[in-house]
């Protein structure tokens, strides 16, 4: 599986952005798919998941909750997250991800910077 970010870039705070993933190779084999996020000096962190099957059930970091919005279009396999209020305090390199029985996949990142 391979996955290709897009749609990052610098941003007032309170702005907009929506993030896309686009997923190719055996994407069948995908259960969960997400969006993890690295802060400057910081750990890498979960931001939020969609299950790839049935109604697609979704999970939220709560810096995030009712701001963020995760989606997925399995027509053309991508993965979007948008990006409402943004603030300084999201300013981060950020991740699609991939889960799949035998191993986790990554994208080379985004940068989102939200200046004050």
């Known amino acids: 599986v391979q996955l290709a970010e897009s749609g990052g870039g610098l941003v007032q705070a309170g702005g907009s952005l929506k993030l896309s993933c686009a997923a190719s190779?055996?994407?069948?084999?995908?259960?969960?798919m997400g969006w993890y996020r690295q802060p400057p000096g910081k750990q890498r962190e979960m931001v939020a998941t969609i299950i790839s099957g049935g109604g697609g059930s979704t999970k939220y970091a709560d810096s995030v909750k009712g701001r963020f919005t995760i989606s997925r279009d399995n027509a053309k396999n991508t993965m979007y997250l948008q990006m409402n209020s943004l603030k300084p305090d999201d300013t981060a390199v950020y991740y699609c991800s991939a889960k799949s029985w035998v191993r986790d996949y990554w994208g080379q990142g985004t940068q989102v910077t939200v200046s004050s």
């Open positions: 190779g055996s994407t069948f084999s995908i259960n969960v």
